[in-house]
């Protein structure tokens, strides 16, 4: 994986680091590389760029790109616990979420990348899909969190879809990145009504993309 894994690298977010090309990319963030198969990174917030599919596009021809999505309650409430740890956030969970069902905050683009505040809309993951599958047919590869943290089985199928060995296992494997301070606090249950009714319409057609049933509630 890239170094340094801190910060993200994020470089498709930016047309001036995309433009640099893909020695340059590859020279910055695997100049420790050896004989792997595959070089991978990963930066959240791609998902919601369309722009950042083009120009990984352009840089990296076919790659392979894993999307790894979670429960949008479970999500929503761990991106409130990021932004608030990290002092971008002082209104409480319930206030916040309850906000944003209302509408988008604005936000200081000098400080993040994306809005620390788009705890909901981030969660309609079938709005972000699309440009993916358009620019890499065939080769965006689906996981849900709650599945592939709990199931060897489901690891070893995306190795197997990205044509590694199945049986294989980092050596950082159970050492968790990017975790929070303290237990989650937990949604009001009329807040999480709202959330399940917020992302219904995205929820339903992301089980149409995928042909399968999602690992959380449905409105």
Do not use: C
Request: charged share 30%; proline share 8%; aromatic share 10%.
């Amino acid at each position: 994986m890239a170094r340094p894994a801190r910060p993200e690298p994020k470089v498709f977010l930016s047309a001036e680091l995309a433009a640099r090309g893909r020695e340059w990319y590859e020279a910055t963030y695997f100049a420790h590389a050896g004989s792997e198969i595959l070089l991978g990174e990963k930066s959240t917030s791609y998902l919601e760029h369309p722009e950042a599919a083009d120009r990984a596009t352009s840089v990296l021809g076919l790659a392979e790109i894993i999307v790894m999505l979670r429960d949008p309650v479970a999500r929503a409430v761990s991106n409130w616990q990021f932004s608030n740890e990290n002092g971008l956030e002082d209104r409480p969970l319930d206030e916040a979420v309850a906000d944003n069902l209302r509408g988008p905050r604005d936000w200081d683009r000098a400080v993040s990348s994306v809005s620390p505040f788009a705890y909901l809309e981030r969660g309609r993951y079938a709005d972000y899909l699309e440009p993916w599958y358009a620019r890499f047919p065939g080769r965006v590869h689906v996981r849900f969190f709650e599945e592939l943290t709990t199931d060897e089985a489901e690891l070893a199928s995306l190795y197997k879809d990205l044509g590694v060995d199945p049986n294989f296992r980092p050596d950082s494997l159970g050492r968790p990145v990017n975790t929070s301070r303290g237990v989650p606090p937990e949604l009001a249950p009329n807040l999480v009504a709202e959330v399940r009714r917020y992302v219904a319409d995205s929820d339903a057609r992301l089980r149409t993309r995928l042909g399968r049933e999602l690992p959380w509630p449905s409105h």
